[in-house]
Nanobody
Framework: QVQLVESGGGLVQAGASLRLACAAS????????MYWFRQAPGKEREFVAS????????NYADSVKGRFTISRDNAKNTVYLQMNRLKPEDTAVYYC??????????????WGQGTQVTVSS
């Protein structure tokens, strides 16, 4: 029922910006925490950022603090990840997720298919 569709990934040079979007449908998203995770080749999937839909409370991984901003648009049922001053180490597949708890419970959450972000040096 719940569907999450990511978009906005691409190939950019270091120092550039991208804005990812996660279009959410099929749920009452005011109930949820929304997440961005990423997974680089050969590495574990890692937490990037979260936002509580109802309050707007946010959390960030240390590696992206000051560079990335998570936000949501209630009218569009969309969560965004604004990524500035991108680094090659940001290269990964970025996944949107929704869950009822913080931290996320992987098996009880909904996940999108991911969008590729590649940052060249």
């Amino acid at each position: 029922q719940v569907q999450l569709v990511e978009s906005g990934g691409g190939l950019v040079q270091a120092g550039a910006s991208l804005r990812l979007a996660c279009a959410a449908s099929g749920g009452t998203f005011s109930r949820y925490f929304m997440y961005w995770f990423r997974q680089a080749p050969g590495k574990e999937r890692e937490f990037v950022a979260s936002i509580k839909w109802s309050s707007g409370m946010t959390n960030y991984a240390d590696s992206v603090k000051g560079r990335f901003t998570i936000s949501r648009d209630n009218a569009k049922n969309t969560v965004y990840l604004q990524m500035n001053r991108l680094k090659p180490e940001d290269t990964a597949v970025y996944y949107c997720a929704a869950g009822e708890s913080y931290p996320i419970l992987r098996s009880y959450a909904y996940w999108g298919q991911g969008t590729q972000v590649t940052v060249s040096s």
